[in-house]
């Protein structure tokens, strides 16, 4: 039905090419960059890192909605066949959950800011690392999705197309 309403290219996306990976990588970095600065911080006493981490995470608290709805349609629009189902929803399912954890991260780290913006508890560094593994799970299933599965490469959207995939 989709099909009828906008033109899709060889990808099965309605623009050149995927969106989804380069919001998201923006907020992988943005993450791993805030826990380094935090971890460098923390023992070094060098608090202007905790600034540094602060804005990383603000940026990355608002830039994992845009990419959560970006890989919410052009998941969609990928079409997933039957052996890539279970992936995809595992993906989609932790990375609602990101988005929710590194804003709830994200407001926990205000309120200690304003509290003390020269220390960090070792609970917050607990979160970061608990974060940090988190989204190492997520994008191993997302590079599976990409590079193991094919979503959005040619051959896996002809194959689908034909329906030589199931």
Known sequence: MLEYLISLNDHNLPYPDTIHPIIVHFVIAMVLFAYACDV????????????????????AAIAIFVAVIFGQFEAGLARPYDAVKAVLNLHTLIGWSLAGI???????????RTRNSEKLPIHY??????LT?????QVYLGDE??????????PVVE???????P
């Open 159 to 165: 194959a689908v197309k034909n329906t030589i995939l």
């Open 145 to 154: 999705l990409v590079w193991v599965y094919g979503l959005h490469t040619v």
């Open 125 to 130: 560094m607990v979160a970061g690392l608990f």
């Open 40 to 59: 460098v911080g923390y023992f070094t006493g060098k608090s202007h890192l905790f600034e540094v981490s602060w804005w990383n995470m603000c940026v």
């Open 133 to 137: 593994l988190i989204v190492g799970l």
């Open 102 to 112: 590194i804003t709830a991260i994200t407001a926990w780290r205000y309120v200690i």
